[in-house]
């Protein structure tokens, strides 16, 4: 009985550590991102901007911020922009990942240098996005070497920078050079990861390549399709670095290319801070519910 | 005869496959192949147009970029490493920390501590920049360095690898044996645990790094003053400088110095960097 009652006054004392062990974490935590996060939301309730040289408020107006957003803005716009360029970038992404990786991990294909195509695939993943897409605006530049050469093949130049399926298309392009090259890794491992037995009993029993692909591999990758899917979206909701130094933050010819967080960092910019929360706590609904999705994604695996 | 056929289609459809993998490599490389070339390249030489070939400007361009009155380029990268690595430091070491004590310890609230941070994990910082950007100002943390490194204590990504890792690699019958031998718990993860947890702190590390590298948008809410200055807020004034009356090789020099360096680290590590991307996300 003494020794029992020792034991576990030594486990809670082990405890303690545990506990002291998370306190960097949480502290951190809450100074650089609960207590900006309560704020924020806090902001979307209140007239708050510069009138000139004047400030305005902050006085209360409870969800008169969320009425001027949705119904008087051109979020509508911002957020088309956002879903279109997203969709041009990932649906490329998505395909071309999915195809690649069936071609790496194919025993039957057998692919030399596999691991050369990956690491070239890859290698934008980790190029900073805003001097990718500096390098992009010089590249496609009137006087650049783009057009240089669809000038020296005999074609007509092409202000790429002018155009708004000019500016949409790079950007989505951008995009998909930046992701697919993580997409392709991540479904090839859950590819990997599949048992062989299966697909050999379903070939044993008469599936081509095609019916063992959409009966077998399909369901088996499900839950790592679903979480790309859910990440990319929750990345093109981001989406801000690409866009904001090729348009040069005005997002290009009418504001074609005007993201939501470009649309936000403008609210920054110019201290709209009541319209600026309102937005926040817009954007943050959005990626919560997908985040959700995500987690219940993690969760279901353990 | 018909088997001969098969292999014929199967051969050509190989080779159709390495096109497209050669292709596919080819529009990857070839931004970089033109960054490249331009930054050996004098601004006139770029005017008149394009070239396949390296030009011998290279080391001319470096060092107006560098001796740039209007940008702080040489600070930029001080700054930008400066902050990256204190940040690859502190999110692997505390989440390292973490992950540590929700995998070792029996702790009441550790289900609803996974979950909190599993659950925060996926929203994106630009949700409550300005309420970070205010309350930094409050803090008087504004157009301080700080606020971009700080934060990285508390990553959660990092954290949800470091613990995948921990659960296959951390036996506790090991830390029970050192507890035995009188090992004190700070001294048990300092000197037993960390060593074990190299490849994935590496491999995190660099994540950490390139990430912190690359970071725009926050940065650029946070710092005015020119010395305090990162690369991608410097390469971002470059674009909205008046773009046609600036020295090409320089802009060219100037990406080139930003993305350079990641791609060395890359070429030397990419086996753990490509295998690192995977992990957590795809359960084996």
Redesign the interface.
Known sequence: MKKLCRQSRKSISYAKWGYIFLLPFFVVFIIFTLIPLASTIYYSFFENYMSGLTQIGPKFIGLDNYRKILLESDLPKYAWNTFLIWTLGFIPQILISLVLALWFSSKRLDLKFTRFYKTVIYMPNLIMAAAFSMLFFALFSDVGPVNNILIALGHQPFSFLQSVSGNRGLIALMNFLLWFGNTTILIMAAVMGIDDSIIEAAQIDGAGPWKTFIHVTLPSIRPILVYVIITSMIGGIQMFDVPQILTNGRGGPNRSSMTLIMYLNNHLYSKNYGLAGALSVILLIATSLLSLIVYRNLTEKE | MRIEQEIRIRKFN?AL??LV?IL??L???F?FY??IV?ATRAHSEI?K??SATFGSFFWTNLKNVLDNKQLPVLRGIVNSFLIAASSALLATY??A??A???H?????LKQF?F?VI??????????????????MGTLGLMDSHI?LI??A??SPVV?YFMLSYMQSNLPLAMIEAARMDGAS??RI?NQMVLPIMKPAIAVQAIFTF?GS??N??IPS?IIRTADKKT??IL??Q???AD?LKFD?GQ??ML?FL??IP??II?IFL??Y??RG??VG????
Do not use: H
């Not at chain 2, 925060?120 to 300005?130: D, F, T």
């Not at chain 2, 996300?281 to 084996?284: D, Y």
């Open positions: 190989k496959i390495y993998l596919l490599t529009i990857c490389l931004p033109l960054l331009n005017q147009g394009f505390f989440s920390l973490t540590f004590s929700i070792v310890y029996d702790l009441k501590i979950s599993l659950l925060i994990m996926m929203i994106p910082n630009q949700v409550y920049a300005l309420g970070f950007v205010r309350w606020p700080l934060p204590v508390s954290f718990e700070f993860f390139v590298w690359n725009y948008f809410l690369l991608p390469i971002a470059l674009r909205s773009y090409m802009v060219y990406i930003a993305i990641i791609l890359y990419s086996k960097i490509v991307v995977a996300a795809v359960k084996e």
